[in-house]
């Protein structure tokens, strides 16, 4: 099993351009999760979805849209990029509906807003 | 002020013990998590206690609760320089929400 991965890596972009990042798992997970991570801050809950089909707002969803179109994927996407989004961003993903839920991690986009 | 809350670094010598500390606010939370994230990766999950436990060991590593105070700490005995990371609390809420994490804290092992 891969686990959970992001694509891509690393990217660049320019304020205002438009970009998604892909997050994909094999574990058959309901829940998946979008966190970005600053220094200092910890880890933030950008957006979430506890099935496919669904999601729901975190802590910090302005300027950020998600999808769940199909259980294995959840994408986040960037309409308008601005500086302050820049970040590394991470997926995860657990079974779901349960009272002890371990969050599986992917290994991160680092993203920079020019 | 912060759910979860935890100081952002501890420096120790290798071989030492050390002790990092959480405190939270939601008496009801039912579990209670360390994850650890070493240096441009994910976290991973270290191990997690249940809230009606004092104690969890496992290896080098001892959860200590104090539902009482809302405090939770991970104790790692004999820091390797490979225990160098940042290693983050988090609790579970009632219901289908997602864990709160604190903001880490970032352990540098000195040889």
């Known amino acids: 099993n891969a686990g959970v991965t992001q694509t891509p890596k690393f990217r660049v972009l320019k304020t205002g351009q438009s970009m998604t990042l892909l997050c994909a798992q094999d574990m058959n997970h309901e829940y998946m999760y979008w966190y970005r991570q600053d220094p200092g801050m910890g880890l933030r809950l950008i957006h979430y979805s506890v099935g496919e089909g669904t999601t729901a707002k975190g802590e910090v969803p302005d300027g950020y849209n998600v999808s769940r179109l199909k259980k294995q994927n959840f994408l986040l996407g960037l309409e308008s990029a601005a500086p302050s989004q820049t970040s590394v961003y991470f997926c995860?993903?657990?079974?779901?509906?349960?009272?002890?839920?371990?969050?599986?991690f992917g290994p991160g986009t680092r993203l920079l807003v020019l | 002020g912060e759910d979860v809350e935890q100081s952002l670094f501890l420096s120790v010598r290798e071989g030492d013990s050390s002790v990092i500390n959480c405190t939270y606010t939601?008496?009801?939370?039912?579990?209670l998590y360390w994850y650890k994230q070493e240096p441009g990766a994910g976290l991973q999950l270290l191990t997690y206690?249940?809230?009606?436990?004092d104690m969890k060991q496992d290896q080098r590593l001892t959860v200590l609760l104090n539902k009482k105070d809302k405090h939770l700490s991970l104790r790692i005995a004999d820091t390797q320089t490979g225990d160098s990371a940042i290693y983050f609390c988090a609790e579970s809420k009632a219901g289908n929400t997602p864990l709160v994490f604190g903001k880490g804290t970032r352990l540098s092992v000195i040889a």
């Open positions: 206690i249940f809230s009606n436990m």
């Open positions: 939601d008496s009801s939370s039912t579990y």
């Open positions: 995860a993903s657990s079974l779901g509906g349960r009272k002890q839920e371990t969050q599986y």
